[in-house]
């Protein structure tokens, strides 16, 4: 199944509901089958969840749609806390979720530094959270806790996703995807990595509710179940 949103450069799925964002850097919700504009404000990266909808603008600031800080990535998927990666793939940073749920207005929030330089990161409700730094994908169990990384070997990513029931997906830097198995409350960081099939190759993806979305290289967004 195939949602037109031409030109489609990213996405972000959580609880049922679904945004994306074109080449033009203007974001979009998905309202049944159609694509509706979220705002003019020319957004780089958007993402929704337990923690609302947050947004990432061109010049970095950060919307719920917060300042505070400068992302170049944010990611709203985890236990109400948000994550995001500061411009040039530089420290990452978390918004716990007592801050995140109660904001509402304009302002500066206390963002966490997790003193760890990052190329993407994202969180589940489930299993905590993933990152990719420039030579590995880590993994962290504890939300808004900068202990606890594990180096996951295999496959060098350029992003990783992770749903809000704990399912973790990968894209590798030649755009295939691959599914990480094995993930256990014993074994958080899961065992080996399994490929997904798609017949074109793939720049961005992201998970929720037994639905696989991905923003093929040629801007296509293709929805997977089963």
């Known amino acids: 199944f195939v ?18 964002r074109d080449n033009v850097n203007i974001a979009y919700s998905l309202i049944g089958e159609h694509w509706q504009t979220l705002s003019m404000i020319r957004f ?19 919307y719920k749609f917060v300042a505070g ?6 990611d709203a998927g985890g236990n109400d806390h948000v994550v995001g990666v500061q411009p040039n793939n530089q420290n990452a940073y978390c918004l716990r979720g007592c801050n995140a749920l109660t904001y509402s207005g304009k302002g ?13 990161y994202s969180c589940g409700t489930k299993f905590g959270c993933w990152g990719v730094d420039r030579s590995y994908r880590k993994v962290n169990p504890e939300n808004c806790d900068t202990s606890s990384w594990t180096q996951v070997t295999g496959l060098y990513m350029k992003m990783v996703e992770v749903g809000t029931d704990g399912s973790v997906f990968g894209v ?20 080996h990595w399994v490929p997904v099939p798609m017949s ?3 720049r961005h ?22």
């Not at 991905?214 to 997977?224: D, E, F, R, Y």
């Open 3 to 20: 949602c037109i949103l031409h030109n489609a450069q990213q996405i972000d799925a959580g609880l049922g509901n679904v945004v994306a």
């Open 44 to 62: 780089k990266h958007v993402s929704v969840g337990p923690a609302g909808l947050w947004g990432c603008d061109t010049t970095n600031r950060v």
């Open 69 to 74: 800080v400068s992302l170049q990535q944010v």
């Open 108 to 120: 500066s929030l206390s963002w966490s530094s997790l003193a760890k330089k990052m190329r993407y």
């Open 172 to 191: 590798t830097k030649d755009g295939k995807i691959f599914q990480r198995d094995g993930i256990t409350n014993q074994q958080q960081e899961g065992t």
């Open 200 to 202: 074109m190759t793939v």
């Open 205 to 226: 993806v992201s998970y929720d509710l037994g639905t696989l979305w991905a923003v093929t290289n040629s801007g296509l967004v293709m929805k997977c179940t089963g």
